[in-house]
């Protein structure tokens, strides 16, 4: 198994489009509280996990070498915890990507949301010649919230979309976070 990243308890591996990597996204996805602020808490599908989900994440390799989305596991097992994305698409402006995650209940509150995402920054800062990774999410999500400020990520500001799904908190809109590599500070790894 390829391994793009490896931290202290996780390893990052490009997902491969196998039947293991569609049932462990749509595990993930089935958890209404992994989905509470993306859709509400609605799952996705196994059919649109398998049909669109996983063959856009294997896109976005091929769309841009050494960025994209990668499987998470524990170190201690290889049990899939979820994922982390640093992303750009075409709308991308040079030097810059997005810092993404979502995990499995199971694992909140533990920390892998914070060590791979300073591990996915360090690289994109130290390797990728970055000089700015951004992060989003809705306002109200404050996990998510604790997760950027712990990496070093600023508040930017707050944002007003129209979204297809209708989400308690909604109103409150989202917000942006960033990160420029002339204030990051590197973190230490294994």
Request: net charge negative; charged share 25%.
């Amino acid at each position: 198994m390829e391994v793009y990243l490896r931290t202290a308890r996780l390893e990052l591996r490009p997902f491969t489009g196998s039947a293991e990597d569609v049932e462990n996204l749509y595990a993930l996805d089935d958890d209404p509280a992994v989905m509470k602020y993306l859709t509400g808490g609605r799952s996705t599908p196994r059919e649109t996990v398998r049909d669109e989900v996983l063959p856009r994440l294997l896109a976005a390799y091929r769309r841009s070498p050494g960025f994209g989305c990668w499987a998470a596991a524990a170190r201690d097992g290889g049990a899939f915890l979820g994922w982390f994305a640093l992303s750009r698409d075409e709308s991308t402006p040079a030097g810059q990507a997005e810092l993404g995650y979502r995990l499995r209940q199971e694992a909140w509150g533990q920390g892998y949301a914070t060590e791979g995402s300073r591990a996915l920054i360090d690289k994109g800062f130290a390797e990728l010649g970055l000089g700015r990774i951004t992060a989003h999410t809705m306002t109200v999500n404050l996990g998510s919230r604790r997760v950027m400020e712990k990496c070093g990520l600023r508040y930017v500001r707050t944002f007003f979309l129209d979204w297809p799904d209708v989400i308690e908190g909604g109103e409150q809109g989202d917000v942006e976070y960033e990160l420029l590599q002339a204030d990051w500070t590197p973190s230490s790894r294994s």
